[in-house]
């Protein structure tokens, strides 16, 4: 008898110490596999999963595959459409293991909405209110306002929202162009003509399809009642120049005091399409409001160029804004692993992609030789690792007198808003105002004084007051 309990007792002991074994093991596999995602994969997907430059991993939706052997050959050979490389050189089989365990423990853990908005955030010079100006939105990408009591808001798969006195209109607006949506593409920028009382001009940029190829479009219209209406084509690529890719669009709009529109499309992952003037993308353009090309562009009359470029060489430039106390353009746009740039663009002039660059492959591998060369402009500041730079804006209101002529610039990667001091075109200081609230995809001074910031993630938009 006493051995039978002795036996049994033996088996339980085992049976803890194998089970306490495997957890140990898994354990390992997560806290190895979680090095491994911060080193090679939030760059990309963001610390938390929840998407940077790349698509969210935080909601289970694997567009090339969710089983472990598609994980796999993902990681391993890369997504040449989206601009994933291969990782087989640098991860082995047991590290690609690692992640995929880590990954999937992840999505056990994870609580439906992790982020939480504070209602007063503390800066270095003020007290700052934080109020829900908008939600329920489905991917929000850019925001532009009419008037003090209404903006309007894109939806990345292809709406034109309106809010009107702080609420979100039920219908969308009717007629707008079809986009393509898909990855990085959809319906992005949303620009009012500067001179809206008296033309009623509206401008967008999407993602826009020929023959399963796509490439960046511009056009503008004008909204009756609920109706997009008088469309006109300001920009679209001859069809040679639309690509398979379907990431970077760049697609921000801005206008200076003479007249110009400007505009990015970033390198559409082509990188050594960014010093070809002859095709439109990695690059900025200028062209009239009305889609004409300017008499002092750049590149007008030069055999094979497209004559709207006015400067090249940019990877994804995702935010513009023009200086309005010098009119000068300043612009942020995405590295790789490392390098997001901010830098200020003049007429003709090359900003190194893909020759120069202060980031790396997503694979840690070696980008560009150089990181500086003679006739390539170095960026004003550039931030290693990246930040997933993405919308810009001057502070023009009188809310707070303090930031006027900052730079705000939004963050998709870590989730933050930062304000930078300039002075003499330099970047002098900068300071992280709001974090964690979610992916920030746009910022905005609105026409009230306040500062919009556009939440890609989890589809809202804040409105920063100061408090004191």
Same mark, same amino acid.
């Given at each position: 008898?006493?051995?039978?309990?002795? $036996?049994?007792?033996? /088996?339980?002991?085992?049976?803890? /110490?194998?089970?306490?074994?495997?957890?140990?093991?898994?354990?390992?596999?997560?806290?190895?596999?979680?090095?491994?995602?911060?080193?090679?994969?939030?760059?990309?997907?963001?610390?938390?999963?929840?998407?940077?430059?790349?698509? $969210?991993?935080? !909601?289970?939706?694997?567009?090339?595959?969710?089983?472990?052997?598609?994980?796999? &050959?993902?990681?391993?050979?890369?997504?040449?459409?989206?601009?994933?490389?291969?990782?087989?050189?640098?991860?082995? !089989?047991?590290?690609?293991?690692?992640?995929?365990?880590?990954?999937?423990?992840?999505? &056990?853990? %994870?609580?439906?909405?992790?982020?939480?908005?504070? @209602?007063?955030?503390?800066?270095?010079?003020?007290?700052?209110?934080?109020?829900?100006?908008?939600?329920?939105?489905?991917?929000?990408?850019?925001? @532009?306002?009419?008037?003090?009591?209404?903006?309007?808001?894109?939806?990345?798969?292809? %709406?034109?929202?309106?809010?009107?006195?702080?609420? /979100?209109?039920?219908?969308?607006?009717?007629?707008?162009?079809?986009?393509?949506?898909?990855?990085?593409?959809?319906?992005?920028?949303?620009?009012?003509?500067?001179?809206?009382?008296?033309?009623?001009?509206?401008?967008?940029?999407?993602?826009?399809?020929?023959?399963?190829?796509?490439?960046?479009?511009?056009?503008?219209?004008?909204?009756?009642?609920?109706?997009?209406?008088?469309?006109?084509?300001?920009?679209?690529?001859?069809?040679?120049?639309?690509?398979?890719?379907?990431?970077?669009?760049?697609?921000?709009?801005?206008?200076? !005091?003479?007249?110009?529109?400007?505009?990015?499309?970033?390198?559409?992952?082509?990188?050594?399409?960014?010093?070809?003037?002859?095709?439109?993308?990695?690059?900025?353009?200028?062209?009239?409001?009305?889609?004409?090309?300017?008499?002092?562009?750049?590149?007008?009359?030069?055999?094979?160029?497209?004559? $709207?470029?006015?400067?090249?060489?940019?990877?994804?430039?995702?935010?513009?804004?023009?200086?309005?106390?010098?009119?000068?353009?300043?612009?942020?746009?995405?590295?790789?692993?490392?390098?997001?740039?901010?830098?200020?663009?003049?007429?003709?002039?090359?900003?190194?992609?893909?020759?120069?660059?202060?980031?790396?492959?997503?694979?840690?591998?070696?980008?560009?030789?150089?990181?500086?060369?003679?006739?390539?402009?170095?960026?004003?500041?550039?931030?290693?690792?990246?930040?997933?730079?993405?919308?810009?804006?001057?502070?023009?209101? &009188?809310?707070?007198?303090?930031?006027?002529?900052?730079?705000?610039?939004?963050?998709?990667?870590?989730?933050?808003?930062? /304000?930078?001091?300039?002075?003499? @075109?330099?970047?002098?200081?900068?300071?992280?105002?709001?974090?964690?609230?979610?992916?920030?995809? @746009?910022?905005?001074?609105?026409?009230?004084?306040?500062?919009?910031?556009?939440?890609?993630?989890?589809?809202?938009?804040?409105?920063?007051?100061?408090?004191?």
């Amino acid at each position: 008898m006493n051995r039978y309990f002795v $036996s049994i007792a033996g /088996l339980i002991g085992f049976a803890f /110490l194998t089970y306490f074994l495997l957890l140990s093991s898994n354990e390992k596999k997560v806290n190895k596999g979680e090095v491994l995602y911060k080193e090679y994969c939030a760059t990309c997907h963001g610390a938390m999963h929840q998407g940077g430059v790349s698509e $969210s991993l935080a !909601d289970s939706e694997w567009k090339f595959g969710s089983d472990d052997e598609s994980i796999v &050959k993902n990681i391993k050979e890369g997504i040449d459409e989206l601009s994933m490389p291969s990782f087989k050189k640098v991860l082995s !089989d047991e590290d690609i293991n690692n992640l995929i365990t880590y990954i999937r423990q992840e999505e &056990k853990n %994870r609580k439906p909405n992790d982020h939480k908005i504070i @209602d007063v955030l503390e800066t270095f010079d003020y007290s700052v209110n934080v109020q829900l100006y908008a939600e329920g939105l489905e991917e929000p990408w850019s925001i @532009d306002f009419i008037s003090p009591q209404k903006a309007l808001v894109t939806e990345k798969p292809g %709406r034109l929202r309106l809010i009107e006195n702080g609420k /979100l209109q039920g219908a969308p607006i009717e007629g707008i162009p079809k986009v393509l949506f898909e990855n990085q593409g959809g319906l992005l920028d949303v620009a009012v003509d500067p001179d809206y009382s008296e033309n009623g001009w509206i401008y967008l940029s999407f993602s826009h399809e020929i023959n399963e190829l796509a490439m960046t479009k511009i056009v503008r219209g004008k909204i009756n009642g609920n109706q997009w209406v008088n469309e006109e084509t300001l920009f679209e690529s001859p069809p040679q120049y639309y690509l398979e890719t379907r990431h970077h669009y760049g697609s921000r709009i801005v206008f200076d !005091d003479d007249g110009h529109l400007y505009f990015s499309i970033g390198d559409r992952g082509k990188r050594n399409h960014a010093q070809d003037i002859s095709r439109p993308n990695g690059k900025i353009h200028r062209i009239n409001k009305d889609g004409s090309i300017p008499k002092d562009n750049p590149f007008r009359g030069v055999a094979r160029a497209t004559e $709207s470029i006015y400067a090249f060489g940019n990877r994804n430039a995702q935010g513009l804004a023009i200086e309005p106390s010098t009119g000068k353009l300043w612009e942020t746009e995405h590295g790789q692993k490392g390098g997001d740039e901010v830098n200020i663009v003049r007429s003709g002039l090359n900003y190194g992609w893909d020759k120069v660059t202060y980031g790396r492959n997503y694979d840690d591998t070696v980008s560009a030789e150089f990181v500086k060369l003679p006739g390539m402009e170095v960026p004003i500041l550039f931030w290693r690792p990246s930040i997933a730079a993405c919308g810009l804006d001057f502070y023009k209101g &009188k809310l707070f007198p303090k930031w006027q002529n900052h730079l705000i610039v939004g963050a998709l990667k870590f989730e933050e808003v930062r /304000l930078l001091d300039i002075e003499n @075109d330099r970047v002098i200081h900068q300071e992280i105002i709001l974090k964690d609230a979610g992916r920030v995809r @746009d910022v905005c001074s609105g026409p009230d004084g306040a500062i919009y910031v556009v939440l890609n993630k989890p589809g809202n938009i804040l409105r920063l007051t100061p408090s004191n």
